[in-house]
């Protein structure tokens, strides 16, 4: 899925700022489960699945890009929002290049489209792969500017 086409421009929290992973997963979650309108009990699913795949292997990649992700049941289709981090310092995601994450997209996926959610997370790296991408989304104003990035690097 395209990163353009399973965001919109609502779910791109711009000067996103929270104090760590830790806190920056539920306020994601939260912001999903509002956009979505998700049941209370399916977005706690959402931040206890995604919590734990934290705890086991850190989803922080590098070029300061973190993907927290898990599969969730209760879902019919992938969803996510998108963190862009404020400031200069950006967090520790315990990245593999060690770099503090600046991009953080959450995803929370159906457990059978595991195709799909291995394709979803190609085109993360891809897009945001991208230096100019990555750059543009940091000094983007607003989620309408900040989509629009996405929508023509995709």
Same mark, same amino acid.
């Given at each position: 899925?395209?990163?353009?086409?399973?965001?919109?421009p609502? *779910?791109?929290?711009v000067?996103?700022r929270?104090?760590d992973k830790w806190?920056a997963?539920?306020?994601?979650?939260e912001?999903?489960?509002?956009?979505?309108?998700?049941?209370?009990?399916?977005?706690?699913r959402?931040?206890?699945a995604?919590?734990?795949?934290?705890?086991?292997?850190s989803?922080?990649?590098e070029?300061?890009?973190?993907?927290?992700?898990?599969?969730?049941?209760?879902?019919?289709?992938?969803?996510g929002?998108?963190?862009?981090?404020?400031g200069?310092?950006?967090?520790?995601?315990e990245?593999?290049?060690?770099?503090?994450?600046r991009?953080?997209v959450l995803?929370?996926i159906?457990?059978?489209q595991?195709?799909?959610?291995?394709?979803?997370?190609?085109?993360?790296?891809?897009?945001?792969?991208?230096?100019?991408?990555?750059d543009?989304l940091?000094?983007a104003?607003?989620?309408?500017?900040?989509?629009?990035?996405?929508r023509?690097? *995709?």
């Amino acid at each position: 899925m395209r990163l353009h086409e399973l965001l919109e421009p609502a *779910d791109l929290i711009v000067d996103f700022r929270p104090t760590d992973k830790w806190d920056a997963i539920p306020r994601l979650v939260e912001h999903l489960a509002q956009r979505r309108g998700l049941t209370p009990e399916v977005a706690k699913r959402v931040e206890e699945a995604v919590l734990q795949r934290e705890r086991s292997m850190s989803t922080g990649i590098e070029h300061g890009i973190a993907v927290p992700h898990a599969a969730v049941e209760g879902l019919d289709e992938v969803i996510g929002c998108m963190g862009i981090v404020g400031g200069e310092s950006g967090l520790s995601f315990e990245s593999i290049d060690g770099r503090p994450t600046r991009l953080i997209v959450l995803l929370a996926i159906p457990p059978a489209q595991k195709l799909l959610h291995i394709r979803t997370l190609g085109d993360i790296a891809r897009v945001l792969g991208k230096e100019t991408v990555r750059d543009a989304l940091l000094q983007a104003s607003g989620a309408d500017e900040a989509w629009s990035v996405l929508r023509e690097n *995709d």
